[in-house]
Structures are given as C-alpha cells and as structure tokens.
C-alpha cells in the first residue's frame, strides 16, 4: 500500500480506500487529517442499551433503557398538534413516554405489548416521563432485540 505522508510525517487519509478528495475534506473540517487521528477519534459518548434499570430507581436527568408492559395508550389534542401518551409498567413502577405529533404510534404501542424504551428520564407534573423515546417491541423471543 502506497501511502503519502502529510507535513507531520503521518499518513494521509486522502489515500484510503473509499476516502476521496469530498470526504477527506469533510473529516479535516472535523479535525481528522491523519490515520492516526482517525484512529484516536472516539465517539464523544457511549450508550449501554443491554442494562436495564427498573422504573423505582430511575432518577431525573439520567438516560435510561427500560423493559415493561404497555399498560394504557391514549392521543391528547394540543392545540395543533397530538400528543400520544403511553404508560409503560415493569410490576415495580409506573414511567409516561410521550409523542409529539406522532399519532400513528398508537397502532405499535397497544395495551399489552411487552416494549424496551431509551430516553432521558424526566419529572413531569411529579411523574417520571420520558419525552420521545427510542423503542423496540419485544416478540415472542425477548432475547432477539435488534437495539439492546
């Protein structure tokens, strides 16, 4: 592999397969000129979905991947928009996951369904909320999830 130096002594990225001149000057914006700046370019967080906490000790402010059942369902009007808002148990706590302007959602997430859900834990009228959440439905095999 022939690869061109830069001014540093590294190795340039331009000369990667798959790296031409339109994505290299995309990654220099971001500061990668370098193989071994690609290599030390970490995510800036790292998200564990295989943990999951139970719905008692969550905590406002804290991301959290949660597993329950589906408990209620219901679309409020506000104003111009809908607001879907949906009750998830784990037999050890109540969380409220709200939709905005997703009505359609309400089909997914029926009374019954065993679902995993991803979000910022907030304290909305003194309950725990999570606005907008990831979510996945769990099937027949819970252990087959796609997301965590």
């Known amino acids: 592999m022939n690869l061109q130096t830069t001014a ?83 037999g050890e706590g109540l969380l409220r996951a709200v939709w905005f302007n997703q009505p359609y959602l309400n089909h997914q997430l029926v009374t019954g369904r065993e679902v995993i859900l991803y979000g910022k834990v907030e304290l909305y009228q003194n309950r725990l909320q999570m606005a907008s959440p990831e979510f996945e439905i769990l099937g027949s095999a819970p252990e087959e999830t796609v997301h965590t």
């Open 8 to 90: 540093s002594g590294q190795s340039s990225l331009r000369y990667l397969k798959g790296i031409g001149p339109k994505r290299a000057l995309a990654l220099e914006k971001i500061g990668i000129r370098s193989i071994r700046d690609l290599l030390y370019f970490f995510p800036r967080r790292y998200e564990d979905r295989s943990a999951f906490v139970k719905i008692h000790e969550l905590t406002p402010g804290q991301s959290a991947c949660i597993k329950g059942e589906v408990l209620a369902s219901k679309i409020r009007p506000l104003r111009a928009m809908k607001i879907l808002e949906v009750t998830v148990g784990d």
